[in-house]
């Protein structure tokens, strides 16, 4: 059985997945599991069809494509010069109303985050044809050619992991869209190779949601690296943004099937505008919604730790935790014993202080993102007077997994492999290793700078 059926009838009549499907399609490409090329495909064609349908802002000619790009960042450059004049004058932040707000983003867009770069990894096969090269650049530099430090899977999962919100569980089927589409494109790249060309192109041009996100973000006290680099990377003059238009250029045919070619490219384009975009995910944060939500997840867990003795207005906290909804109500009665002190410092109630520090009674039940919910939901619209700390970069993190790649058992055996293999049989030996799911781990930054060698050699 198929997860997506194949198509049949008119595009407006597609379907979108059932509930779930999405997520369950981003793991099983992501684990590359049996029959992933095939679903990925289907799946494909399938988000194709929907993306024919939606508007598309791409110039006619090919030959418009770089005026297009230059006037499209320009553009970007002054709503972003707009923005920071607003915030001079005093103005408030545009995206984020708190930490949690930011933390909640994070986590969101963690499925496609955590495969950036995916939908280029059939580029690889291409190495000998140098049309290719603005391509392969592209990916070898989403994958840090090999360096922990500017690999960005890697930079994402630190910084999810600096800030304990990259839990899933929570999260609804909708924000794996744009992962399983990323994935899907790097799986059936042969077959879809237009599409692939014209996904880059959109999702390489420097949005304005990013240059703000990065700058709210460091406001915040959350590195924005992650962002910056980004910024500087996806521009339109020689970076990312600009190598996606020459490589589509150069990669379209002379004559015939031109036409075809960038109506494919189009569509590919457009798939871009599937799924939850970034400004609509920002949108779609409800601090007291997100509390209520998170503390219902919990309320499994924790429905039989509590001890009997304690009884607020009436019911033991097993009993507020024993049936769902009520947790709204639960949280009424905690502010009305006094528990919980809204808009001031948490540290003044006594329910924060259940839960944070060492030698809290609840100490490790809930995540740092849990936490932050909790935090400026009770804060309110008290501000704490210290300001957050400047981020300081660490470094020394990726010297430490240097010296861990020494006895990765993975490492040791792709290096058996490759020793007696000729250059050509050792790309082939490589090449997996750079997909989505692997180029991230020791092996994998290994194979990406040795794959780096070995093309350069062979050349
Ligand atoms: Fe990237
Ligand atoms: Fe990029």
Known sequence: MTLFEPLSGTPSALPGPAAGRYRELYDLLYSNGADAGPQAEVFLRQQMARAAELPCDLPEAPEQLSAWAQARCAAVAQDYAGYLEDRKQGGARRYFSNKAHALYFLQRVAPTKEVDGAWLAGVLEHWQDVRYDGLLNTYLEELGRGDPRQNHVVIYRNLLAAHDCGDKQGLADEYFVQGAIQLALGQCSDAFMPEVIGYNLGYEQLPLHLLISAYELRELGIDPYYFTLHVTIDNASSGHGHKAVESLLELLPMEQ????????VAVGYRLNDLGKGSTAVIAGFELQREVIAMLERKRCFGQHMHSDFCQIEGKTVNQWLAS?????????????????KRNRSPQDSRFWRLIEGNTAAMFGVFSGYEKQLLHDWIAGDWHDPQRPKPIARDHSASDALDAGETHDPELIALRKNLSNQPPQQQLRTLIPWLSAQRHCRPAGLYATRRFIETVARLR
């Open 324 to 340: 769902p909804g009520q947790i709204e109500d639960f949280l009424a009665a905690l502010e009305h014993k006094g528990w919980i």
């Open 257 to 264: 099937g031109r036409d075809e070619f960038f109506r494919r």
